[in-house]
């Protein structure tokens, strides 16, 4: 892990684990569609393993800032 990661808070990262999972799980819609309409299974498959990652990333966002938010309510 880098340091810079190490040193925002969990917020911050949870803003980014957020947006990077909506992009992943977006990437992966788009894979999975490409694949079915090539009738690809391979190509669907990994579109849909795509959206299950970007789904989990972005739930870990989530709870990241929720626990930075009970952590430091005073926090915008």
Known sequence: MSNEYENKDLGTKGDENTLKGKAKEAAGKIQSALGK???NPKI????DARQVEG???KTVGHTER???N???????
């Open 55 to 57: 789904k989990t990333q």
């Open 44 to 47: 669907e498959g990994k579109g």
């Open 66 to 68: 929720k626990i930075d």
């Open 37 to 39: 309409a090539t009738d």
């Open 70 to 76: 009970a952590l430091d309510p005073e926090k915008p």
